[in-house]
């Protein structure tokens, strides 16, 4: 009579796409598939061409199964783009905190309100301190961010219920998987571009940052090293010689001790804020993680228990499905589709608040359209007796037509009067928008960089000198800043060696140019 229920959870990676999708049956979720889709070099390179290759992978999806339109969908976009914040605010109350809230995160956050999108969920309330607090676990991305990936959505025709966060959504699979584990664990899934590494405390998402270091480091340092293609590096990476073979050791080493920096920086950051926890187990998911010898060599360096993280088969689902060996890259659409179904732990949504509205509009008006259904094949059975219903249903379908219609040209005034109010903000932030680069720069330099000198000019022009431990680093460096949407131009003036005492540093020159606001 009316198409299964379904929930899909897509995880748009820059190399990878990463579809689940669950239907219902006998009142249970199951695993229907889980899709791979690795998206050519060349095209993942230029952004248009990425966008094209998504959107008909899409709609090659819905092509086979237009059912899952009528399904949830639910997306994420990556960690490195959003900030996360966990705040104490003095009040229990829902609406209290709704309205602190934005305050507080813009004291916070170099932008205004009216450019980014908020949303946040309750972890805990302490009712029995003198003045009752709330802990607030908060996540801010800018609009526009959003708003080109909703672009995307919109032009398959097929619109997202959910928007959350990639670390997120992680985490939300890890503690469906292992609801018992109240150790303190890390999760590290490390990607095409940068690794993203999350803390949990007695199943509680605490601590989350990217660290710019990802599987395209690797391949670049073995480009350099080695002048190899592509596919000879895909080959050399999971052949099992980089950490063993003399000739290649060096760079597996080199490679994997940039990650290892980074994950001894989050631990260093994750103990000045919470001093009592230590870090006693390290889960791996991501492409990048199936390195052979990685996860070896981080637990011999780290002192600490590696293993896999593998979110199949799903908690519940009697039929066991598996992704089979992919099940490493599938954590964060696994995670996704717990939202869809109202499992997830942190349940947040960066959808903006026109669209929410419209979704749930739209759901009104199926949910009237399925109940007038339903009434019309009573008819079949108990005559006309339903028939004063169908024209109440009706005339509640026809009403809010109208309101839609109404309401259209209010929104239109709406959007340009924050279109000039934006103009007018952005006009006045020119130099917020340098301590805004500066405090981006700060967040870019490895933990093992020191800056020594730093020359902003008026024309935006950066030149920065410093030392480090070695080349890798530098490379590290100047790949982060060439990412980073606050700095372009970005040139290695040159690196040498020199010693400081006993101790080799490299010292290092770069400049750059601050991107126009």
Partial sequence: MFSQKSITGLDLGTQNIKLVVLKSARNRWHLQEAIFEKIPLEIAANEERRAAFIKEFLINVL??????????LVTAIPRNVAILKYLNLPSIDQNEISNMLPFEMEKLIPLSMDQVVLDYQLIDVNKESKNPLSEIFAIVVKKDIIDHQLKLFTEVGWEPDFINLSAVA???????????EKSTITLLDIGTQSTEISILVEGLLK??????????TLDRLLQDELNLGSEEIEQLKFSGQLFEKNNLRAIGESWAKLLRMEITHTFEAFHTERQQQKV?????????????GLAE??????NLPVEDFDPFPLPGDDEGKTAGALGYYFPAAVGLTSQGNGQAKLSLNLLPKKFTWAKRQQQRKKSLLAIAGAVALGLLFFGLRGYVNIEKKQREITFLDRELAAIKPEVTIAQELQAKIRLLRERSQGAEFFLSALRQLSLLAPANVYIDHLVFDQQGQVNLRGKTENYGTVATFVLALEKSKYFNNVVNKGSRENKLGNIKLVEFEIECRVRTP
């Fill in 63 to 72: 092509l086979r199964d237009p059912s899952l339109k009528n399904g949830k």
């Fill in 170 to 180: 992680m985490y939300n699979a890890f503690v469906q998987k292992y609801p018992e």
């Fill in 280 to 292: 006693e187990k390290l889960f791996l998911s991501g492409g990048s993680s199936r390195l052979a």
């Fill in 207 to 216: 601590f989350s940052r990217s660290a710019p270091v990802g599987g395209i």
């Fill in 297 to 302: 060599y981080l637990s011999r360096k780290l």
